[in-house]
């Protein structure tokens, strides 16, 4: 008898067999045409910055941000590939993270199976209305959100303020919130907006175990990145070196960081859920300074046309 949870892995598994076939296939016929491959001569530097993104983004911290700016640095795959060999390189690295947090983290199968279904309906649904909305307000906004509510959770690992649940379903009201909250967050993750720190914080407020938060969120990239990386793959818009070697050190590095988070305490998980708020509202609030900058400088005087 099949379980919610046999026919979720499932799922995940035909998305995952489905992305390999395709790359492996495009990447075999654009190797044939000769095609220049983007990226190639650092595959040691790849490999060092894949093995750490990938470890930290098992605990939640994301790796789009941090291997955008390691990539920028060397200048070792071009700006326009950039954003495709992010989705296609981590693609599977983030499956491997949902298999083992699906199956070693106990968590209601429905509120997980219905939060990855909102977050991907929401990316897929929401594209076309967020795609209107000012990125940089909502980096502001969600920076300073972030902030509070990791004040909040601080206040509570001081025992200040409510005590913070440690139920592993949602029912009811607290339900239809998980799944309008994911919704949107699914939605932002189409502007850049990352979903890890916002559904830490999300699953937290309504009252479940953080824990249940990392197979919700490496669920939801799992079964986007894979459809995502596809278009790049298409595109051609990519390195392959660098996808590939990301691919190659990122599955083992997930494995090791994966353990590390099983065997935290649960007042050891909320710490680490308090550090990667953090980090995250910080690095949303510099980004949005940084567009701010850029902005102001493209609009230099006499720039206007007449």
Not at 38 to 51: C, L, S
Not at 105 to 129: E, K
Not at 185 to 198: N, R, S
Not at 259 to 285: C, D, F, K, N, P
Request: proline letters at 5%; aromatic letters at 10%; glycine letters at 10%.
């Amino acid at each position: 008898m099949w379980t919610p949870k046999d026919i979720l892995l499932l799922a995940l598994v035909v998305v995952t067999v489905w992305f390999i076939w395709v790359w492996a296939r495009l990447a075999k016929k654009a190797k044939a045409a000769g095609k220049a491959e983007a990226g190639a001569g650092h595959g040691a530097y790849h490999a060092v910055v894949g093995w750490v993104m990938c470890f930290f983004d098992t605990l939640g911290i994301g790796n789009f941000a941090t291997t955008t700016s390691a990539f920028k640095l060397r200048g070792s795959v071009p700006d326009e590939k950039i954003p495709g060999t992010l989705n296609v390189g981590y693609a599977l690295p983030t499956v491997a993270q949902a298999l083992i947090y699906i199956t070693i983290v106990d968590v209601d199968i429905w509120t997980l199976v219905l939060m990855i279904a909102a977050s991907v309906g929401g990316a897929w649904l929401g594209a076309g209305v967020v795609a209107k909305w000012p990125r940089r307000k909502i980096q502001i906004g969600m920076g300073f959100a972030l902030l509070v509510a990791a004040a909040l959770m601080l206040m509570r690992q001081f025992n200040y303020g409510p005590a913070e649940g440690q139920t592993l379903a949602l029912q009811g009201a607290r339900l239809w919130l998980g799944l309008a909250g994911n919704f949107a967050l699914g939605a932002l993750m189409t502007l850049g907006i990352g979903l890890y720190a916002p559904c830490l914080i999300l699953v937290s407020l309504l009252g479940m175990n953080p824990r249940a938060a990392f197979p919700i969120m490496m669920g939801s990239c799992a079964f986007l990145m894979p459809i995502g990386g596809v278009r790049f793959i298409r595109e051609g818009s990519y390195s392959l070196p660098a996808s590939l070697m990301l691919t190659i050190v990122g599955i083992p590095s997930v494995l090791i960081a994966a353990y590390i988070v099983r065997e935290l305490t649960l007042s050891q998980v909320r710490w680490l859920v308090i550090g990667v708020v953090v980090y995250t509202a910080a690095m949303m609030l510099r980004s949005a300074i940084r567009e701010r900058g850029s902005a102001a400088k493209a609009v230099t005087p006499g720039s206007a046309t007449p």
